[in-house]
């Protein structure tokens, strides 16, 4: 099948699992998980192959070993993969939520329902638990999906997904082609290509992989390419707490895209060296050079600078950062106010460590990924960002020249 | 000053608006409302130079009748104009408005919190009133704006603009660089390229404009290109309900988007002919082309066609339809309920008129477009969406470690 065949067979299959119930839904995500643990036997074999072919690359040097670590499924991360998907089946329903019951006249009731958005086109790299937590979240928020997995899972993406399309196959009612997989790359051009078909694109994967997604497509992306955050210690910031919060942000998972890139220090602030001796103990590598100061380390590199106070710390930011996530260390509320509204960021903290921007950590239940985006979907994105919503009104032949003429009027009463 | 400075200028003007308080940006709607009333001579001046031009353009065949009649400002369309810039001054702050609070532990506050998305790039056809608009919805959710107004209404537009200017400079706090316009066509063009600085475009215009907008930019637009709203008379529809609801939706203001047209008639409807009939004794005129399926007519123009059933008008209007609003008349609520859930629009109606779809209609107070978006904002959009939202997170000292390892627990106890 051609990739435009497979978008409109992907349509027609978002709009049959639009109004599907939500038991359904949850009967399958239950039957999948079911499903997956009963043949995951066969799943590790495809993931042998897949790492035998990735050891070869590794060896000449053409993938690195930390993709290669990512490549591999183990009994844990299995596990946790299986859990996962039984805990998006235990969440509310993200569509058919009535947001807004307006009743606009007598008879005439305007209600705001959420709903799936529609196709969703997933471009992720090499890490095989996304294709079921992916199937997952689409599933559960009655969506269609396009998957194009990295080529090092190929494998270990087919395997999966077809235990899980003849699980669905098996169940009465539940509309063909919801989930549909993808493999070379004139598909990710054609995808890019196709807004008719595909309302939304997500990509998964490294700062290149997402950047290149953003300049090449018209069809809204939702995601980050840059994680670029920041630690503002302020003139009144506590010592220990700004030592504990630093090391926290930077070391406890590095290449975190919410782990802190550079630290803003208040000239004024008097146990700057102390701060910068505690660091120096610990993992971190700190490095004073501006080139720096638009990059993601990805590692336990920290760049610091002095700065002459809070407005020239948010300037900064709002510079330099990628709009991800920024704390400040402060006594003075006052200063962590200004701070939190004047920082143009998904994530604004006080006192607080950057790593907290996570989807679990807010407590949505699941994740989609974290937004940069200043439209739809901002910061940790949870089932919502893959919902929409439609107005329903229901009349009893009212007609608008009644109330243009004067005959009748609105009320505008809210009926939630 | 070249595009990129003002965007530039225009950036930091999203910045510093972004949370001025809401009794300033109140006091600047009714100030400028009290300026446009005291220099309403200049403009109406202006505006007949524009007039006097466009005058020789419509004799020469270059700009539409329809085209002249909207550039014209009277007494009456610049009441409804000042009086529009007071009700939005009325409406409530969309900006600041907690919509999430969550304590994820002891000390540990999620905030998520509505706030502006920053720069806005207007680009409007001739209608002048469009100015004071949504300069008025920029300043009220706190929003930067660049606008660029039809060429018609350059005189108008300028006056109108350096007003509302003047008045902001006299304010005390009031950021410069707000409020801006540009006039070329090679301004377009920058842009729509200019994703660095803006976050959103809104075209308002025609069809036309709309098209080369959205397959212009990488930038999210907001609105709608075509109108193309069906109404399905049901097997078991009241003929005079019928009657009346589709006399309204194609003949109250055939040239507005939400006017229907194509209606699709159920074959086994008894009244079919008393209905055409009925619809043949009024202005409409109804043609039976299949071209014209896509075909937005803007006039008293009304394609129909005879359906096998529900099934296939539902299928008729998500082929030839544009997503914006489509209504069925039917006694039947099995009907109509998957009418509602699987015809996917923006609106979708029971027994009502499709012209209902309007912001003031739906009682947002104001109105920015119709999107016939699936992400962001869908249907009329009030100035909701205009606003994204950030999250704050206030804690003591908090690290992830603490988390990962086991020694806290989150607890996400809702405090709103």
């Not at 709002?318 to 960021?345: C, L, P, R, W």
Request: aromatic residues 6%.
């Amino acid at each position: 099948m051609d990739f435009e065949n497979i978008a409109k067979s992907a349509k027609s299959a978002a709009l049959e699992i639009a109004d599907i119930p939500a038991e359904l839904k949850n009967q399958a995500l239950f039957e999948i998980a079911k499903e997956l643990e009963n043949n995951k036997q066969e799943i590790f074999e495809a993931n042998k192959k897949d790492l035998e072919a990735a050891e070869k690359l590794v060896e000449l040097g053409e993938l690195s070993q930390s993709t290669f670590n990512r490549l591999k499924l183990d009994e844990n991360k299995m596990r946790d993969m299986i859990q996962g998907i039984r805990d998006i089946a235990k969440l509310e329903d993200p569509v058919n939520k009535k947001l807004l019951v307006r009743e606009l006249d007598t008879d005439l009731t305007l209600y705001k329902v959420s709903c799936p958005i529609g196709v969703l086109g997933i471009i992720f790299e090499a890490r095989p638990d996304v294709i079921s937590q992916i199937s997952s979240l689409a599933i559960k928020s009655s969506n269609a999906v396009i998957l194009k997995g990295g080529k090092e899972s190929v494998n270990t993406n087919k395997t999966i997904l077809s235990i899980i399309n003849s699980t669905l196959d098996k169940i009465e009612g539940f509309p063909k082609n919801v989930l549909q997989q993808v493999f070379s790359r004139d598909d990710v051009a054609e995808m890019l290509k196709c807004d008719k078909y595909i309302n939304l694109i997500i990509p998964r994967g490294g700062n290149s992989l997402v950047k290149f997604i953003k300049e090449n497509t018209k069809i809204p992306v939702l995601g980050h390419a840059d994680g670029i955050c920041h630690i503002f210690v302020d003139e009144t910031a506590d010592l220990n707490m700004a030592v504990k919060i630093i090391i926290d942000a930077k070391t406890q998972y590095p290449s975190a895209c919410n782990a802190v890139e550079t630290m803003l220090i208040h000239e004024n602030f008097p146990d700057k060296d102390k701060l910068l001796a505690a660091l120096q103990l610990s993992e971190i590598k700190l490095i004073d050079n501006p080139d720096t100061w638009a990059f993601e380390h990805g590692d336990t590199t920290l760049a610091f600078k002095t700065v002459s106070g809070l407005d020239e710390a948010i300037e900064h930011i709002n510079n330099y950062g990628s709009g991800h996530t920024d704390s400040i260390i402060t006594k003075s509320i006052e200063n962590a106010e200004k701070f939190m509204n004047k920082v143009d960021s998904a994530g604004v903290y006080f006192n607080a460590s950057t790593r907290f921007a996570d989807g679990f950590r807010y407590g949505f239940g699941a994740e989609v990924g974290i937004s940069t985006n200043k439209t739809h979907a901002r910061g940790p994105v949870g089932l919502e960002g893959l919902t929409i919503y439609k107005y329903k009104l229901i009349g009893n032949g009212h007609i608008v020249k009644d109330y243009v003429e004067g005959t009748k009027q609105f009320h505008h009463k809210d009926l939630i």
